[in-house]
């Protein structure tokens, strides 16, 4: 496997189900994303992990848990969605800078187009 | 938080033609990168490119980071270009901020 990848592709959930999405970087980075695109809207970051560490967190709703165990591998957990969490859930990374923050150029992952009834 | 603008919002081209779209940015940026979603929804690095000119076969970029704005431009385009285009940028250490997008339509 090269670059990003992330399993599943495609899921379909119900409201009260826990399902987990799996992101993987071959690259080498230390820095992984968590973003969300819904229909007509820019792509929102979710979460940022840097070194494993969680550094950022934009607001997301408690029913939403990412996990990093390293530095290649990244989890969202999910329990208790809503419809309107339905969107594609994309993974990239990075080479970042820990210390300042500052993001080099990010590579994606092919998404998981999530579907919650 | 930075503002990220681009136009046009959807564009519909007949295949050969030349196309540019525009990233417009409200403050100073360490980072841009230019993607491609395709249909399936991957994202596609085009370039990363803060400041200058770079170029890859049909494609090519220019950013003027003094005036705040990028321009992507597509060269003798394919129906194989559709999708949506980003412009994504990045401030001195803040989160990457993706534009709106522009959709590009190229018929036969």
């Known amino acids: 496997e090269t670059g990003v990848t992330q399993t599943p592709r495609h899921l379909v959930m119900g409201m009260t189900n826990k399902k987990s999405l799996k992101c993987e970087q071959h690259?080498?980075?230390?820095?992984m994303y968590w973003y969300k695109q819904s229909a007509k809207k820019p792509l929102e970051l979710m979460f940022v992990?840097?070194?494993?560490?969680?550094?950022e967190n934009n607001s997301v709703p408690s029913r939403f848990s990412p996990e990093c165990p390293n530095s290649s591998h990244l989890f969202l957990h999910l329990h208790t969605l809503q419809p309107e969490d339905s969107a594609l859930y994309l993974c990239a990374s990075s080479q970042g800078h820990p210390g300042t923050f500052t993001y080099n150029e990010q590579f994606f992952g092919p998404g998981t187009r999530l579907t919650v009834l | 938080g930075i503002q990220v603008e681009q136009s046009p919002p959807d564009l519909i081209l007949q295949e050969g033609a030349n196309s540019t779209l525009r990233c417009n940015f409200s403050d100073s940026v360490n980072n841009l990168q230019w993607f491609h979603q395709n249909p399936w929804g991957q994202l596609i690095n085009l370039f990363y490119?803060?400041?200058g000119t770079k170029q890859n076969g049909r494609l090519s970029a220019t950013t003027v980071a003094t005036e705040r704005y990028s321009l992507l431009y597509i060269s003798s385009s394919q129906t194989t270009d559709s999708g949506v285009y980003f412009c994504?940028?990045?401030?001195?250490?803040?989160?990457?901020?993706f534009g709106t997008g522009t959709r590009l339509q190229v018929t036969l």
């Open positions: 994504a940028v990045t401030g001195t250490a803040s989160k990457l901020t």
């Open positions: 690259l080498g980075h230390n820095a």
């Open positions: 992990y840097s070194l494993e560490e969680r550094v």
């Open positions: 490119i803060p400041s």
